[in-house]
């Protein structure tokens, strides 16, 4: 497995799991054409752009492509980068028939295959060798969740981070450990609670 700096973007949940055991990154998945409507999720994917830079992996597909293109357009700003899986027919193994076009998608192409698009691509793992110690516990324990103030404060914390102000808890998890580590979201908390005389 690889540590991979920027966010990669997929179609659907199965890519992600096919992902995630290849490499150590934050996965975003668009649920196919629902990114067209989704402004929360482009938010995200705007903020990593600028932040790590984004890379796409969609399927081969002209949906894929669709996808890929819009998300582009939309971005604008900041560095994205494409990975291409190769055009291989078939079908994925949980699946009763084919897609549209007969293409294996993103979670049926070989592990190996997709390790060469990124090489082809010029990702390689990352230098980075730390790593942040953010859970949802930590979310708990400084009141950014399971309180009754909790969704203000995380809200006003993604504010002043410079963050779509509507994340779950998950995503901002993930968010959350590509900038920092737990002690200095204590102390961004804090300075968020002293500018704040209602929570």
Known sequence: MIKIDEAIIVEGKY????????VDAVIIVTNGFSIFKDNEKLELIRYYAKKTGIIILTDSDSAGRKIRGYIKGAVGEGNIRNVYIPDIFGKEKRKTKPSAEGKL????????????????AGITASHSEKRSDITKLTLYELGLSGGSNSRELREKLQVSLGLPRLLSASALVEVLCTMMNSDELAEAVAKVKEGSDDI
């Open 15 to 22: 890519d992600k799991i096919k992902l995630s055991s290849l």
């Open 105 to 120: 998608g993103v979670e049926g192409v070989n592990s190996k295959l997709i390790m060469e698009a990124f090489e082809k």
